[in-house]
């Protein structure tokens, strides 16, 4: 009885003397501190691990189509995404087939790194993709009326969980769906319930029942009624993963529907992926206001574009290689810049990647000799990463001053024995964008303060 009194004493003094006046459940938000695990999917199974020239050259390819998916969604005239109704289109300038071999593994279109979370009463634990491009949540679900891929753990069984619901297709959660997987829902007209459509850039999709269930994060975290997929046929590249977390910014979010609870914002940290070294490497997914106060963040605020209000935008102001400012006009970097925890390679417009590509080569090539460019990388040397030893530092520099301060492993990748490139690509197209991929964001803690509309960078956060 004391200890409760004494609790309440505190909180009211607290709110007494705090310069800003907290709510209780600001004051709860900063107690709780759900963190998970998060992992490269090369490491969901040793056996898909081998990082061949054929496999970057896969993937290569699935972050080509990822990057198309949002240049149309930017450049597509609003309003006329619902008329394009095929499955393997996620807005206008419908991206063209590719067939890849499914035996690679990797799910490069949708991310590529995973947290185990739990689901249903009792929690049944699965592997899933974190996504800031997508919005709705999904996971394979039994009977697979249609199809699922194969995956790791069991496939979810929905009637073995006590508090599984299907949602109507009158309910508000259907109604959202359109602008969390920019396609129509569907009424399934025998049980009235309410049916999604996830598609990808890529071939993927997902498509089955919007459905609830309680989410457990960790043994003592959870959300009841957390609003998901139960996906009935699910095809593409999810690397053996059951399906995907949606972080992007919008009401369907899990990030959305868990902010009640511990506040509008999380922060991740990507552990480095391709390094032979130790692949088992470990980062973590940090979900609430409390995932802000870890790190000593430089923040840049957010920038809001219309045409796609579910993905997080900044402002890039400088680039530095070497300490030196790029030599281009200030208005290079006044494109759309999104930044992307699911696209591998960051895009740059050609303008100001060809700046970049001169001054790094510069310094480069006094030491290592140029080699002819592989896929989308255009600009490597000979050599092995472990051997370049002078590597010219490269800083992103966003408005306000927020930094990534890449180095060698944030820059380079070893794409086939003794050949190394830079890990930065140039983009075409009528209107420039730019993407910070996740290669740049490796071992960086990155926070997403979305009630504050701020983006943070901390470097350390992860090996
Ligand atoms: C799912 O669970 C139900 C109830 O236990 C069972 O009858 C059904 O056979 C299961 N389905 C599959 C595909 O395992
Ligand atoms: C690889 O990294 C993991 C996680 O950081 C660690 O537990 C393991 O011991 C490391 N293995 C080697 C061979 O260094």
């Known amino acids: 009885m004391e200890f409760f009194w004494c609790l309440v004493f505190s909180a009211q003094l607290a709110r007494a003397f705090s310069p800003v006046q907290l709510e209780d459940n600001e004051l709860r938000h900063m107690q709780v501190d759900v963190q998970l695990s998060l992992y490269h999917v090369n490491n969901i199974d040793s056996s898909q691990t081998s990082t061949s020239l054929l496999s970057f050259s896969d993937m290569f390819v699935k972050d080509e189509e990822r990057v198309r998916a949002i240049h149309s969604r930017l450049t597509d005239k609003v309003g006329t995404r619902s008329r394009h109704s095929s499955a ?13 071999p499914v035996k690679s593994g990797l799910s490069i279109g949708s991310g590529n790194y995973f ?18 491009g997508s919005s709705l949540s999904w996971l394979q679900c039994q009977p697979c009326t249609s199809y699922c891929h194969v995956q790791v753990e069991p496939i979810f069984n929905s009637s073995t969980s006590k508090t599984y619901q299907t949602l109507p297709c009158s309910s508000s959660q259907c109604s959202s769906l359109k602008d969390a997987t920019l396609n129509d829902p569907s009424c399934e007209t025998k049980s009235g319930s309410c049916m999604y459509r996830a598609t990808y850039g890529d ?30 046929n699910n095809e593409g590249l999810f690397g053996l993963t059951a399906g995907i977390l949606g972080l992007a910014h919008d009401k369907l979010s899990m990030i959305a529907q868990l902010s009640p609870k511990y506040g509008y ?9 391709f390094s032979a070294v130790n692949s088992s490497k470990e980062g973590f997914l940090s979900i609430g206001s409390s995932s802000l106060a870890k790190s000593s963040f430089k923040f840049t605020p957010m920038v809001k574009n219309p045409k796609i209000p579910s993905l997080y935008l900044l402002d890039l102001t400088t680039i530095k290689v070497g300490r030196k400012p790029l030599k281009v006009a200030t208005s290079s970097y ?43 990388l255009d ?42 490139c830079l890990t930065i690509a140039g983009h075409d197209g009528q209107n420039a964008i730019s993407i910070i991929g996740n290669f740049q964001q490796q071992t960086f803690t990155v926070a997403y303060d979305v009630s504050n509309s701020k983006i943070g960078f901390a470097p350390g956060g992860c090996q």
């Open 265 to 273: 914002a999380f922060s991740y940290c990507l552990p480095t992926s």
């Open 88 to 100: 393997t289109s996620h807005g206008g300038g419908r991206s063209k087939p590719v067939s890849l």
């Open 115 to 132: 947290v185990k979370i739990g689901l249903g009463t009792p929690a049944r634990y699965f592997s899933m993709l974190i996504d800031t």
């Open 379 to 420: 600009t490597c040397f000979h050599g092995s990463v472990k051997s370049m030893l002078t590597v010219p530092g490269i800083q992103m520099i966003f408005r306000g001053g927020a930094d990534l301060t890449l180095n060698a492993h944030n820059t380079l990748l070893e794409i086939q024995r003794g050949i190394t």
């Open 203 to 232: 071939s993927s999709f997902s498509i089955g029942y919007l459905s609830q269930d309680i989410l457990t994060l960790t043994p003592s975290q959870t959300l009841a009624k957390f609003v998901y997929g139960c996906g009935q």
């Open 334 to 376: 006044k494109v759309p810049t999104i930044i992307d925890s699911g696209t591998v390679i960051t895009r740059l417009p050609r303008s100001l990647y060809e700046a970049l590509r001169k001054a790094f080569v510069k310094i480069m090539s006094k030491k290592y000799k140029q080699a002819p460019g592989v896929s989308i």
